[in-house]
């Protein structure tokens, strides 16, 4: 399983391609470096609600596009239900 921050990075960066958008694009209306949203793509950096909100805006997609469904991530809440 996969961290839920490495994949709301990677669901990003696979809409923003899709709609052939560039980082810099992106990064320029949301007032970041484009280095910055690399590193919320890859998931080294955690994201804000209000910074996905901004994004999904921007992007013009739904929020189940970007949010994955819960059981392909790992949580604290499922490592706790798997070791029971």
Do not use: H, W
Request: charged fraction near 25%; include cysteine.
């Amino acid at each position: 399983m996969s961290s839920v921050q490495s994949i709301i990075g990677m669901n990003i960066k696979l809409v923003r391609t899709k709609r052939a958008i560039s980082q810099r694009e992106i990064a320029g209306k949301l007032g970041i470096e484009a280095s910055y949203l690399s590193r919320i793509e890859t998931g080294t950096v955690p994201v804000s609600c209000e910074r996905l909100y901004e994004i999904i805006q921007l992007l013009k997609c739904d929020i189940s596009e970007i949010f994955p469904d819960p059981l392909e991530v790992e949580t604290q809440f499922n490592k706790l239900n798997n070791t029971s």
